[in-house]
């Protein structure tokens, strides 16, 4: 059993959307996992029009992202890690070199998915070097980037970049995205994920993902219909991976 698993989510829901089952499951289990979420940044005023619409949506116009940390500090304590917040911003927060916002508000959240962020990326990179040189992870568990949302790819390509050949990496199928599809973008540095991995764990486990969803109370009007019940969706797609037991998805990252 590893000894200390290294989580490395985009934003503030998707390591316990993707991932809840299996890093409760490790915790469980003995080891200690460390959940760094990329894009938890404060942001500056002026927010950009869809960050106020969101915010809006979230029915947090104030302050928002302390909020949402404080859900996370409330969700990984239902699944038994150590939750780090990065300083980068969300892509609804960030300007392109032009001074215009990255994602307009008529926009999708794939949009300036091929802008160019180089001094951004370069620091995603050094962020997840350092911090896997301090707590020397066994294994790292990040995005695989499904859905093709902008800051899951900035996050995958860090760590592909940081830590490819040094410490094995698992990508987890990005939910709710994986839902509906399965493309995965191209990785850095002619990179490639292997065949998929089902990942199963017991109720426990799952009662602690599901308790861990429920703690972000501000994202789910935009995560899926407000007439669904989450637990169904994931329910139905967890158990076609695991042959009628539910499982989430990785995929090994190869040579």
């Known amino acids: 059993m590893p000894s200390h698993i290294l ?12 991932a809840g089952s299996r890093i409760h499951h490790l915790a469980a289990e003995g080891a200690e996992v460390t959940v760094f979420t990329m894009f938890a940044g404060i942001p500056p005023l002026p927010y950009s029009p869809i960050a106020e619409y969101f915010h809006y949506t979230w029915g947090l116009e104030t302050e928002p992202m302390e909020h949402r940390r404080e859900e ?10 150590t939750p780090l917040h990065g300083e980068f ?12 916002w990255l994602i307009d508000v008529d926009g999708p959240m794939v949009q300036g998915s091929e802008a160019v962020e180089p001094q ?15 707590i020397q992870p066994d294994v790292v568990l990040t995005s695989a980037a499904v859905g093709n949302h902008i800051d899951h790819r ?18 987890w199928e990005d939910l709710p995205y994986g839902l509906r599809g399965s493309d995965i973008p191209l990785l850095p ?3 490639a994920l292997l065949d998929p991995v089902a990942e199963t764990a017991g109720e426990a486990s799952w009662a602690a993902k599901y308790a861990a969803i429920e703690c972000y109370r501000s994202q789910h009007s935009m995560l899926w219909p407000p007439d669904a019940d989450f637990r169904d969706l994931f329910d139905a797609h967890a158990t076609s991976h695991g042959g009628g037991t539910p499982a989430e998805l990785f995929r090994p990252l190869g040579p």
Do not use: F
């Open 7 to 18: 989580v490395v989510s985009p934003h503030l829901d998707d390591a316990a959307l993707s």
């Open 72 to 81: 996370d500090r409330k969700a990984m304590a239902r699944l038994g890690a």
């Open 89 to 100: 911003l969300d892509a609804v927060y960030r300007r392109r070199s032009d001074g215009g």
């Open 120 to 134: 951004l990326c370069d620091l995603l990179m050094r962020a997840v070097a350092e911090l896997a040189e301090r």
């Open 154 to 171: 900035r996050t995958r390509d860090a760590v592909v970049t940081a830590l490819a050949g040094k410490v094995p990496v698992r990508c």
């Open 189 to 191: 540095d002619g990179r």
